[in-house]
């Protein structure tokens, strides 16, 4: 049994660490959510305060401005850390911190505001990040598949439904129901970013009471601080009422949008899955890569698989918001916080890792169109018989009599695929019956697989070009990233 590591000598290995950051997240997002973007962007929340409260006429200098900007960075955590130990206050602890090396703007800072000035404000600010880093990445996705739709939108495949065979279809027409899933995805993440707005400058209880007395009763100055802070923080507007938060079902809204994004990913991802099992497409599958320990042959689609898991983890966080903001008292309680330190930062990081992935599986899938023929000729016959009576009719024949050949015909076939293991020989048995002599010579043109998959491929180009094509147009210059996995 391992045993913990001395009190002292602990290193990274000794203590838990979230595969979502330790494992599989990008660099960019698992900064977004970081201790140094939190703080880093508290600390620039109270320059913009100072800044706009100074342009309204509140006696702050030049010179107390000038020493937060330089300050900015200057993060010290061990004292923050000790100062939120002795304080039980983490707000207050890094006003402390600031303070420190600050010493001449330490009068001013967080002058007016209350601990949600910079705890929900910072949230907005990172949700708003977060939808930005993912956009583009699920913009590239749909283009990889864009690309895959394209160049097999006339590769008949057999269709399934209730997973038992059913008409054919195209390769790309399939994958174009991957894409439309993820292109409502990628609409619904640009709506709840577009729609997010600031909480802004609204006090403890979200009346603006300490600002309007900051201002000696000038509502039109709280107004305009509010307005200017939202302009420095980047947002277009803020909300207009909050309590001492803005209202949890904000959250409800961009995690929603995430959950809903997990439910395509496991989808499509299924769908590939079940396709590695027929030997008809595959996911990559790196040189030295180990499929299983034991059984050294096998090629398991690792990746698809990866994203099935963690895109029910990403549909099961939608359930905090939820009951977050149904238990939300009046102007607000506190049982939301620890609460959404989790919940937001693992929805965004686990929508990163499974867009990541799979746009890597995007980028490498294998087609196996031989294999795909082969599954077609096994089923085809049963589907063309349809073709086959119609074509007897207009040869002369009675559709009655024709149908009840078939039906003795293909019932003798389907005892030679299921009792006995062989192949489906009913064409074989149609060209031995003199019955069926009058359209012998047209039997092959009556089972070419092509005749069978209707519109699809006009439906993939029509498709591609109307819905897919435009909605990527904003994402053209962030197209050019490959993804590659390091696990």
């Given amino acids: 049994m391992a045993t913990p590591a001395p009190a002292g000598e602990e290193d990274a290995f000794s203590r838990y660490r979230s595969p979502l950051v330790s494992r599989y997240a990008s660099p960019d997002m698992a900064f977004n959510f970081s201790e140094r973007k939190k703080f880093g962007t508290w600390r620039r929340l ?65 002058l007016g505001a209350t601990s949600c000035y910079v705890g929900d404000n910072t949230d907005l600010i990172v949700l708003r990040d977060g939808l930005d880093l993912l956009l583009p990445k699920l913009a590239r996705v749909i283009s990889r598949l864009a690309n895959f739709a394209e160049k097999y939108a006339n590769l008949p495949t057999l269709g399934f439904t209730h997973y038992q065979p059913a008409q054919l279809t195209t390769v790309g027409k399939r994958c174009t129901l991957w894409i439309q899933d993820l292109c409502m995805d990628l609409h619904n993440l640009e709506r709840a970013r577009d729609e997010l707005r600031f909480r802004g400058v609204k006090g403890t209880t979200g009346t603006q009471a300490s600002f309007l007395q900051l201002f000696e009763g000038d509502h039109d100055k709280v107004e305009e601080l509010d307005r200017l802070v939202t302009a420095m923080a980047g947002f277009k507007r803020a909300y207009i009422v909050t309590g001492q938060t803005y209202s949890r079902k904000v959250d409800i809204e961009v995690l929603s949008v995430l959950a809903s994004l997990g439910a395509s990913v496991h989808k499509i991802c299924t769908d590939i899955r079940l396709l590695a099992n027929l030997k008809e497409i595959e996911e990559p599958f790196e040189k030295e890569q180990i499929g299983s320990s034991a059984m050294a042959y096998k090629r398991n689609p690792m990746r698809s698989e990866r994203c099935c898991s963690l895109a029910r983890h990403l549909m099961t966080l939608i359930l905090d918001p939820l009951q977050t903001a149904s238990v939300q008292w009046f102007e607000r309680t506190l049982d939301d916080s620890a609460n959404r330190r989790v919940s937001l930062a693992e929805a965004f990081l686990t929508a990163d890792i499974i867009l990541s992935t799979l746009q890597n599986i995007s980028e490498g899938l294998v087609v196996y169109p031989k294999v795909i023929a082969r599954r077609i000729q096994q089923e085809l016959p049963f589907m063309s018989t349809e073709n086959i009576i119609m074509a007897i009719v207009k040869a002369g024949g009675n559709r009655q009599d024709c149908h009840e050949k078939i039906r003795v015909l293909s019932q003798q076939a389907a005892a030679v695929v299921k009792q006995e293991g062989g192949d489906n020989d009913l064409i074989a048995r149609i060209r031995a019956d003199p019955y069926f002599s009058p359209i012998h010579d047209q039997l092959e043109t009556l089972l070419e697989p092509t005749s069978f998959t209707g519109r699809a491929s006009q439906q993939v180009t029509r498709f591609l070009k109307e819905e897919v094509y435009p909605v990527l147009t904003p994402y053209q210059s962030k197209m050019g990233v490959k993804m590659e996995l390091t696990l």
């Fill in 46 to 110: 109270w320059l913009y305060l100072a800044q706009a409260e100074k342009s309204l006429g509140l006696p702050i200098t030049d010179e107390q401005i000038q020493e937060m900007e330089a300050n900015l960075d200057n993060i010290d955590f061990k004292m923050a850390a000790e100062e939120e130990k002795r304080l039980r206050h983490d707000v207050m602890a890094h006003v402390h911190t600031f303070a420190h090396c600050c010493p001449k703007a330490a009068g001013i800072i967080h």
